[in-house]
T-cell receptor, first 115, second 114 residues
Framework: DGGITQSPKYLFRKEGQNVTLSCEQN?????MYWYRQDPGQGLRLIYY???????QKGDIAEGYSVSREKKESFPLTVTSAQKNPTAFYLC??????????????FGDGTRLSIL | AQSVTQPDIHITVSEGASLELRCNYS??????LFWYVQSPGQGLQLLLK??????LVQGIKGFEAEFKRSQSSFNLRKPSVHWSDAAEYFC????????????FGAGTILRVKS
């Protein structure tokens, strides 16, 4: 079955450490997204990529970095510059080539906590 | 700037009762509209979507939503709630000049009383 796989499900970060969250999709979607979810704040866009080797900052990109070397993969690195990284991180993908009104499909998320 | 408002943070309904979750957006033209549901610790599942045409759209799990242009609203409804509907519900709006990005409301947590 096609879908989006996020790993790990739980991740712990020490002070000053960078950590990388994995997102892989086999839906053949061109666009991929990373969101951060905090209680009562909905989803906020961190980074998105419309095509391989290209990505743009979202609303809260500071302290995060991404790469898009393959269509299937869009890893997110939470750097030590992100002072409040504890949150639930969601990856999504869509197929905008079929029109900008295509829905996004979501993975099951990674919960990141500070040790 | 575009924004999405879900005025109710929490809603509690009795099992078998009807449900309406509110969603309002601010934008000059007709946006693309979505409702998603999230169970605790899980990702988001698409319930339904509106792009154009009939303003009453049907979704999965017995949900429907109505787009009202005059009120800039896209409220989600279900005639009879089941205990398994307890979850968090998100309204999301896409705007043509915003590419394929979505703006999400803050969510409404639904509790179901037996």
């Amino acid at each position: 079955d096609g879908g989006i796989t996020q790993s790990p499900k739980y991740l712990f970060r020490k002070e000053g450490q960078n950590v990388t969250l994995s997102c892989e999709q086999n839906l053949n979607h061109d666009a991929m997204y990373w969101y951060r979810q905090d209680p009562g704040q909905g989803l906020r866009l961190i980074y998105y990529s419309q095509i391989v080797n290209d990505f743009q900052k979202g609303d809260i990109a500071e302290g995060y970095s991404v790469s898009r070397e393959k269509k299937e993969s869009f890893p997110l690195t939470v750097t030590s510059a992100q002072k409040n990284p504890t949150a639930f991180y969601l990856c999504a993908s869509s197929n905008p080539g079929r029109g900008s009104n295509q829905p996004q499909h979501f993975g099951d998320g990674t919960r990141l906590s500070i040790l | 700037a575009q924004s999405v408002t879900q005025p109710d943070i929490h809603i509690t309904v009795s099992e078998g009762a009807s449900l309406e979750l509110r969603c309002n957006y601010s934008y000059g033209a007709t946006p693309y509209l979505f409702w998603y549901v999230q169970s605790p610790g899980q990702g988001l599942q698409l319930l339904l979507k509106y792009f154009s045409g009939d303003t009453l759209v049907q979704g999965i799990k017995g949900f429907e939503a109505e787009f009202k242009r005059s009120q800039s609203s896209f409220n989600l409804r279900k005639p009879s709630v089941h205990w398994s509907d307890a979850a968090e519900y998100f309204c999301a709006v896409g705007f043509m000049e915003y590419g394929n990005k979505l703006v999400f409301g803050a969510g409404t947590i639904l509790r179901v009383k037996s």
